[in-house]
Nanobody, 127 residues
Framework: QVQLVESGGGLVQTGDSLSVSCAVS????????MGWFRQAPGKEREFVAA????????QYPDSMKGRFTISRDRAKNTVYLQMSSLKPEDTAVYYC????????????????????WGQGTQVTVSS
């Protein structure tokens, strides 16, 4: 059974940086393309970042380019989301997601493309 466990969320101030992690178990990590999504209270789940199986391709929405960076560590079976210049509107529960990708370069930005999800980690940015 595939398990995704996020960690690293917390309370930070505007302008701070924060990194969240997602440890994957139960299946070969390199078979998964990975993604990060977030959901704020009263809002729909929002795409944050995606990375291919190889790690060579990434994708971000325009609003997060330059502030958020996704990466993966094959040795640790972990995907990371490094966030900088955080704003109060970045406050949300951040979820990682995994999908078995048929190609090493595919990236996926739709939540429906992902089969496996973590439980989420809360990130709160105070003003």
């Amino acid at each position: 059974q595939v398990q995704l466990v996020e960690s690293g969320g917390g309370l930070v101030q505007t302008g701070d940086s924060l990194s969240v992690s997602c440890a994957v178990s139960g299946r070969t990590f390199s078979s998964f393309a990975m993604g990060w999504f977030r959901q704020a209270p009263g809002k729909e789940r929002e795409f944050v970042a995606a990375i291919s199986r190889s790690g060579g391709s990434t994708q971000y929405p325009d609003s997060m380019k330059g502030r958020f960076t996704i990466s993966r560590d094959r040795a640790k079976n972990t995907v990371y989301l490094q966030m900088s210049s955080l704003k109060p509107e970045d406050t949300a529960v951040y979820y990682c997601a995994a999908t078995a990708s048929p190609t090493i370069s595919g990236v996926y930005y739709r939540a429906d493309d992902y089969r496996h999800w973590g439980q989420g980690t809360q990130v709160t940015v105070s003003s």
